[in-house]
């Protein structure tokens, strides 16, 4: 009798599973068999986006730059040991790690302009820096917090006070100029004021 009953039941198993497939393929269970589909055309790839940056994505994950100040606060003004530090916190921060994965990327980046070079219609080349005043009346910022900029053209000086949005490749390309040292390099770079989307 046991035995019956098993039988019976993958049997009974069997049938459901068998009316599954048919309603299946008959179009009575929620889906409907057609023709093979052919396959897709390939497309091509869309042109490489431009990235939206901020300025916390050029810094590296693991780089900690509160560390060297950390020893700075036992020192008192005038301390040469404060000095030592200092300088030895400049040197660090003008060779400051880059993010290797942004090189030869296409981003788009806010900023301030700090003029390098200019002619009579324009600025010629600067630095981008994420806030105003940086490299002029205070220290300059660390190396991966300043992009070195030569945009495709000049930037008038109207500009040079403005927020601005520039958009181009950028480059890991450490550059030493008399307002700072940037870890970023941008060519043929669009300037545009800034505005909110």
Not at 8 to 21: D, E
Request: glycine share 8%; aromatic share 8%; hydrophobic share 40%.
């Amino acid at each position: 009798m046991k035995r019956w009953l098993v039988r019976a039941a993958v049997m009974a198993i069997c049938a459901g599973a068998v009316g599954i497939a048919w309603a299946q393929m008959s179009g009575k269970g929620g889906q409907t068999v057609s023709e093979p589909v052919a396959p897709a055309k390939k497309v091509p790839p869309a042109p490489s986006a431009v990235r939206e940056l901020k300025w916390t994505e050029l810094l590296p994950k693991d780089w900690n730059p509160e560390r060297l100040f950390t020893e700075l606060g036992k020192f008192r003004d005038g301390d040469p040991r404060a000095d030592a530090l200092l300088e030895k916190i400049r040197k660090e921060w003008d060779k400051s790690p880059v993010v290797k994965e942004l090189d030869g990327t296409q981003v788009r980046l806010p900023g301030f302009l700090v003029m390098l070079e200019g002619n009579s219609k324009g600025v010629t080349e600067f630095l981008l820096v994420p806030y105003f005043g940086a490299c002029i009346h205070v220290p300059p910022p660390p190396a991966n917090q300043i992009v070195h900029v030569v945009p495709e053209q000049p930037v008038p000086e109207s500009l040079a006070m403005e927020a601005l949005w520039v958009t181009g490749t950028i480059r890991n390309v450490y550059v030493d100029t008399n307002m700072g040292s940037s870890g970023y390099h941008m060519t043929g770079a669009k300037v545009e004021k800034y505005s909110r989307r």
